[in-house]
Structures are given as C-alpha cells and as structure tokens.
T-cell receptor, first 117, second 114 residues
Framework: DQQVKQNSPSLSVQEGRISILNCDYT??????FLWYKKYPAEGPTFLIS?????DKNEDGRFTVFLNKSAKHLSLHIVPSQPGDSAVYFC????????????????FGKGTKLTVNP | NAGVTQTPKFRVLKTGQSMTLLCAQD?????MYWYRQDPGMGLRLIHY???????AKGEVPDGYNVSRLKKQNFLLGLESAAPSQTSVYFC?????????????FGSGTRLTVV
C-alpha cells in the first residue's frame, strides 16, 4: 500500500508560468514532509521541507503548502524556468510519532516536470 | 566537498554473480541508507544504518546484505544477482534522523543483471 502518492507522472508548463506539483499521503502519523529534485544521471537533491505544525514554507521561487485535513501537500514553483525541468519526489516521515510510525523517509513515485522555453 | 560517493557508477552482472556496491561519505554523518529506484516505483529503502557497526532492514531487503564497519562507508552486497535486481541504486547519508535538511544522496549506481 503506497503511503505517499504522486498521481501525476508528468507535468509540462511554459517558462515563466507557475508549476504546481501535488502529493497525497495516507499515513496520518506523518509529521514532516520534503521535496527532492532529481536530474538524469544524478542523485536526488533536497529542495524544501515543511513540518506538520506549519501550513506553508517558502524558499525563493519554491513554496510548499500543507493541508493536513486533506492529507495533501503541493509544491509551487513561480516563475518556472527551463532549469527546473527534472523529476520531483515528495517524501514523508513520522519523525515525532510516538509509536507505530517510521522515522525513515517514504518517497512517492515522482513527477517529471518539463518547463518549455 | 565530495559528499556521498558511490562506486561503481555502472555494472553489468550475469545472473548468479555477486558484487559489492560501495558508498563513502566525508561529512561525518551517522546515518546511511541504501535505496533502489525502479521505473514507476519511486525510491524504496533497502537497508539502513544508524551508526558504525549497525544495520537494519528497510522496505525491500531480500537478496541484499549490508555492512557498516567504518562510519564513513556503507557497503551493499548482492550474493547471487537476479534480473529483478536490475535497478539504479542510491546511497544517502544524514547527520541525524531529524532530517530538517533531508538526506544527501550519491549520484547512483546503475546495475543491470542479465
């Protein structure tokens, strides 16, 4: 059973527009969420994270939104640039779960973003 | 800074052969992890280590063994390779299990088992 779901395998946007990548999770004990970016033939690199006590975290062009009631988070990239073209992984952990959780990162399947010039 | 270095980068094995993938980190991280990435499957945890001399099973440990004899190195072994182990393997490390800044990943080892 997949605990972290990225239902869109791919997304294509025009340069300068907003990219919105979505992620849903099923484990209510997840309390920390991260986004990773991966270029071909490279390892994933950390992009941005958010704790469950927040609903928004911003870092430059990247903003992550968390809706705990819907068990949904999204990554917004504004404005999108061709260099943003990559696979984006959503990941989650139950870092502060008292029992039954796992502090290890659980990854989604990824969404391939293509930003067209 | 080298970060996390994986060797080799590519390897082709015949079914039944054995090999060891090496992961080395120079950041003095306590925690190290081995993941595999398969098309449409995302990243799945194979084994991990919370410190020198320790190892633990992840989500998909069958067919693999690991060792962490030195803090900076984490080895992943395949005793008898199978075609189902064709994958891209990523090693990662972290300072603690509170990953405010996430894991640091290596660039991967692409393994093909024929």
């Amino acid at each position: 059973d997949q605990q972290v779901k990225q239902n869109s395998p791919s997304l294509s946007v025009q340069e300068g527009r907003i990219s919105i990548l979505n992620c849903d999770y099923t484990n209510s004990m997840f309390d920390y969420f991260l986004w990773y970016k991966k270029y071909p033939a490279e390892g994933p690199t950390f992009l941005i994270s958010i704790s469950s006590i927040k609903d928004k975290n911003e870092d430059g062009r990247f903003t992550v939104f968390l809706n705990k009631s819907a068990k949904h988070l999204s990554l917004h990239i504004v404005p999108s640039q061709p260099g943003d073209s990559a696979v984006y992984f959503c990941a989650a952990s139950a870092r502060f779960a008292s029992q039954g959780g796992s502090e290890k990162l659980v990854f989604g399947k990824g969404t391939k973003l293509t930003v067209n010039p | 800074n080298a970060g996390v270095t994986q060797t080799p980068k590519f390897r082709v094995l015949k079914t039944g052969q054995s090999m060891t993938l090496l992961c080395a980190q120079d950041m003095n991280h306590e925690y190290m992890y081995w993941y595999r990435q398969d098309p449409g499957m995302g990243l799945r945890l194979i084994h991990y280590s919370v410190g020198e001399g320790t190892t633990a099973k992840g989500e998909v440990p069958d067919g693999y063994n690991v060792s962490r004899l030195k803090k900076q190195n984490f080895l992943l072994g395949l005793e008898s390779a199978a075609p189902s182990q064709t994958s891209v393997y990523f090693c990662a490390s972290s300072y603690s299990d509170f990953f405010r800044d996430g894991y640091t990943f290596g660039s991967g080892t692409r393994l093909t088992v024929v």
